[in-house]
């Protein structure tokens, strides 16, 4: 891609070792990619609110009361997005609540597409919904590589940035500021020998896009025990030097490569499917679908980000009506108090016979 970021193809389908959480505390498990979303966090607070303090469920304590915990303790709340990009409500499933969802939707994110948002209304019923879109685009697009990179033995495509084209170099480079590893020749004189032995080990940059009010970082480092760790590290990575220290942007003989990252993912909370909900304000109802959907593409253009979730009340499960008993077949004149032919069938004597498809 280049130019403005957009999703280009299918992102690949296999997703067995990759795991999509519920909060940051997830376990980092070596050879899984794990990832987390706000998404789910906005619509789960706008549930509380509206529930009147944190979900209870009725039950075991089992996963799905985990991941009610879970949700109820996030630190996730609409500071962590800036309401131009986000629509998160919930409220009864009136026509009027769609109505408005879809209208602030069309106003704030007019190309966005839910895959979620019910189309008919069910007033009886709860749902919690949020929809966060983000587009990074870069001023000058970096570079795609004409060769394959390789990743833990996989040959994968990737991004970045080398002193191949000196007319762009200074508008490229000055998209990519390095927060770490930011040493100068001094720094470089003072180290131990264990200390210059690592010095390259690990890195974190910040890739600047058009939007300054929005941070979009590459951390190579050694991952912590969880996901919320490793993001702790990797922010604490962060400023230490200002922008313009010396090894803040890369030279022209210094390269980055990055691998494009393509995802489209959705988890379904099974764990919460049926699960009655005790607070008062919602009237005893149960959960019925809670479902959260990620896309993320990053390349040389920028980086996508749509996230959604939904969470509703359960309606009643679909009806089959099947006479597989004893039933009744009428004709009767409307109004009239007696009909003029009855039949109940209790064998299948005066039914048509068949067979079983070959």
Known sequence: MSGSPVAQGSPPSSVERTTFVVDLEAPLTPGKNVVWSA????AWKELVALAGGPIALAGPDDAGAAIARSLNRSGVDRDVVDEGSCVARAGLQTEAFLEELRGEIARKLGDATPRYLPDEPAPELFMAYAFL???????????RASWPLSFKK????????????????????????VHHPCYTEADVERMS????????????????TKEASDRLVVAAITPGATLGATVTRAISLLDRHGADHPKARLGT??????PIVDLDLVRR?????????????????????????????LDEGGAILEAEAVGRGLCLPPRELVCYRPFLVMV??????????ALWVDNEEVLLPTSLPS
Not at 39 to 42: D, E, I, Q, S, V
Not at 133 to 143: C, D, G, H, N, T
Not at 253 to 258: C, G, I, Q, R, W
């Open 193 to 208: 020998d264990a200390e210059y032995d690592v010095m390259y080990d690990e890195f974190v940059v910040e890739l600047l």
């Open 154 to 177: 996989s040959f994968v495509a990737s991004f970045g940035l080398w002193h191949r084209d000196p007319p762009e170099w200074a508008a490229r480079s000055g998209q990519v500021r």
């Open 332 to 341: 009767l004149r409307r109004g009239a108090p007696l009909p003029m032919f």
């Open 269 to 297: 909370y099974a764990e919460l499917y049926g699960r009655s909900v005790e607070n008062p304000r919602l009237g005893g109802q149960r959960f019925g679908e809670v479902i959260e959907r990620v896309r993320f593409r």
């Open 133 to 143: 879109q983000k587009r990074l685009a870069f001023e000058v697009p970096l570079l």
């Open 253 to 258: 003989d210094e390269k980055l490569e990055v």
């Open 39 to 42: 998404g789910m966090g906005l």
